[in-house]
């Protein structure tokens, strides 16, 4: 079992910056992919940005990229995002995920495994 638990979520206006934080806890998991996704009201859950956690490498939706930076602590065992240039579109809670022997791509909800209990993030115009 793998627990994960998300912070750093806010209110911050447009233009800002803040850095989530998602403290993993549980079974090894040097073979997962660890993934955050965001929800906005009335909309499904999309992927944000992914990282494996053994190499360390990102991957970032189309929307983000250039703006979040995705990292992982392995001293920490947290993974991180940090969003810069936020805009109202980016209003939504924000979801720490992982996944192993499912994830294929890393973007879809379906490859995941855990989930936290999401943080809300507000930019206002």
């Known amino acids: 079992q793998v627990r994960l638990v998300e912070s750093g979520g806010g209110l911050v206006q447009a233009g800002g910056s803040l850095r989530l934080s998602c403290a993993v806890s549980?079974?090894?998991?040097?073979?997962?992919?660890m993934g955050w996704f965001r929800q906005a009201t009335g909309k499904e859950r999309v992927f944000v940005a992914h990282i494996s956690w053994s190499r360390g490498i990102p991957r970032y939706s189309a929307s983000v990229l250039g703006r979040f930076t995705c990292s992982r602590d392995h001293s920490e065992n947290t993974v991180y995002l940090q969003m810069d240039s936020l805009n109202p579109e980016d209003t939504a809670v924000y979801y720490c995920?992982?996944?192993?022997?499912?994830?294929?791509?890393?973007?879809?909800?379906?490859?995941?495994?855990?989930w936290g209990q999401g943080t809300p993030v507000t930019v206002s115009s």
């Open positions: 549980g079974r090894a998991f040097d073979g997962y992919f």
């Open positions: 995920a992982a996944g192993s022997s499912n994830v294929v791509t890393g973007t879809t909800v379906d490859e995941f495994d855990y």
